[in-house]
């Protein structure tokens, strides 16, 4: 049984005229990888253009690591345009105007879906570290039940970046079946140490901050933790050489440098601003747990070790997307997939678009890619009779 | 849009219907035709990023690679027909590229540039020099085409390979129309050739299944 409702926000609506989307709350238990069973449990999401008939025009995108369901519509929280805003919408490559598109916020986020800073029902508190550690299959698992609920056999195309394409994978390796279509776009089979490490930095930073407090902080994040976690994460999302380009060492509203620590250059502040910006959006928790459900994120150890065998029974086309600055996803790991696919003969295109602006490129203005997703997916709904 | 000549000659060879692989696809051309004409579940490698970005905006299934490193990914008989167009005197080891082609497909199809060709052969004599004539127009030290060789030299290493030469096409001087090889001499008349070629009953092929390092 699920009932759906207007979603609940950590924080005030800055922007009544936003969408806020739908909840859907599951009484059915969501059993999770660590064991354990989420129940109830609420998948917050947000659904552009219409449904079809046959109801074979449905493109699930999935979010990376801080993103949510507000992919192609301004976010009520901060006003700002959907995170895809450049790749969805009316007669854009994900074009609203064809497709059905969904976008759920992943559960352990904090946009409405059930997280850490939700009530646990046998305390009546928030969840903080009581809330179990989700996987990338659990996130993927509870998608699964939205779109039954939603009355959907088979998803035309599931897409998304970073995070967003381990999903991607995980949905096709649980419901080969289901996915028609995959395009996971500057991702991994894996998390790899280097990029463990980093997230490693940034949950010590949140915890390191006093008012972290174990994860019992009610309404007073760790803020200044939080920030410094963004901010660390934010160097790799970028290229040196974007970050080079974009900052150099140009100096912070001064001439000249200050012999002391404030924000002398202007990349300092750039970083800081990120940083700031993220707190008023983000959770401090939910960071740490969809930062580990990245971590454990390795698609092959469920198989033997052997990548290829998680796709022994998909029948989808894909089409994989890397950058060629993206250090964090590297072409390689994508790559990885992409031999993996064809030891099944499985119909897969790998494009490595060239770019300076790192693994951010996925979610900016790059018109290789833009026009590389328009073409698979005008060849997806050729092949699937969609007008 | 009308298809190289000798393009359109391997698509004339390939069934409807079958599930393709072109090994060095270039722009796309080939398989677009044989998705259209013929149905084919059609796949491309391509060396090229430009030519794989290419490829995909215009719907076709290529991902970016490199015949002597990546062919080893693919599973054995995974696909009806693997094709390799004007491409092998550009690999580096094309015994081991053909092995991987024969051991792929069910059927392979192979057209190279034939070194045999008179013009070829008198360019050496006359000039002393190595060879540049319109279907080979490089000079020696900037040429991609490293392991040349001549349509007797290729029957040869696919005869060694274990493969059954099913057809040779030679294409003739202009190199717009293909003729049927016979025994006029094709390695000396004829600018380049297409091989139709299988390996059934030949190696004892395992299942399909994964081999080792291929996740």
Sequence with gaps: ?387 | MSLRPDLAAIAEMIEADSRVLDVGCGDGALLEHLKRTRNVDGRGIELSQQNVNHCVARGLSVLQGDADTDLADYPSQAFDVVILSQTIQATRAPAKVLEDLLRIGRRTIVSFPNFGHWRVRLSLLFNGRMPRTHALDYAWYDTPNIHLCTIRDFTQMATQAGATIEKTLALDANGTKPVQADAFGPNLMAEGAIFLMNRRGGAAWGPIAHRAGSS
């Design chain 1, 1 to 387: 049984m699920a009932q759906t409702a207007n979603p609940t926000f950590l924080r005030p609506v800055c922007e009544p005229e936003a969408d806020p989307g739908k909840a859907i709350t599951f009484s059915t238990p969501l059993a999770l990888d660590c064991g354990r069973t989420l129940s109830p449990f609420t998948i917050a999401y947000m659904t552009y253009g219409t449904l079809n008939a046959a109801r074979s025009n449905a493109i699930l995108i999935c979010h990376a690591l801080t993103g949510d369901q507000f992919a192609a519509s301004r976010h009520p929280l901060t006003g700002k345009p959907g995170w895809w805003d450049i790749m969805v919408g009316p007669g854009k490559p994900i074009d609203t105007d064809r497709f059905f598109v969904i976008c759920t916020n992943v559960i352990g986020g904090c946009m409405g879906s059930t997280g850490p800073a939700s009530i646990n029902p046998a305390t009546g508190k928030s969840y903080g570290l009581d809330f179990p550690v989700v996987t990338i299959g659990d996130m993927v698992r509870a998608q699964a039940m939205l779109i039954d609920a939603l009355g959907i056999e088979k998803l035309l195309c599931v897409t998304g970046g970073s995070m967003g394409g381990m999903q991607v994978l995980q949905w096709a390796a649980s419901y080969p079946e289901r996915v028609v279509n995959a395009m996971p776009i500057a991702t991994a089979a894996r998390h790899s140490a280097q990029n463990i490490a980093f997230h490693e930095v940034g949950r010590q930073a949140i915890m390191a901050d006093p008012d972290w407090k174990n994860g019992d902080y009610g309404t007073a994040q760790p803020g200044k933790g939080l920030a410094v976690a963004r901010m660390a994460a934010h160097i790799t999302y970028l290229s040196e050489a974007a970050l080079q380009r974009k900052f150099g060492r140009e100096l912070q509203d001064r001439d000249q440098i200050s012999f002391g620590f404030g924000a002398d250059f202007q990349v300092e502040s750039y970083l800081h601003h990120q940083g700031m910006t993220f707190v008023d959006r983000f959770d401090a928790n939910s960071y740490l747990y969809i930062t580990r459900a990245m971590d454990y994120f390795d698609l092959a150890s469920d198989y033997n070790g052997v990548l290829a065998d998680a796709f022994r029974n998909t029948k989808a086309r894909f089409c994989l997307i890397s950058f060629t600055s993206d250090w964090l996803f590297p072409t390689p790991e994508n790559k990885r997939i992409a031999h993996a696919l064809n030891a099944t003969a499985a119909n897969v295109s790998f494009v490595e678009i060239e770019s300076d602006k790192g693994h951010d490129a996925f979610l900016l203005d790059e018109p290789e890619m833009l026009q590389t997703v328009r073409g698979f997916l005008n060849a997806a709904a050729n092949a699937n009779g969609i007008a």
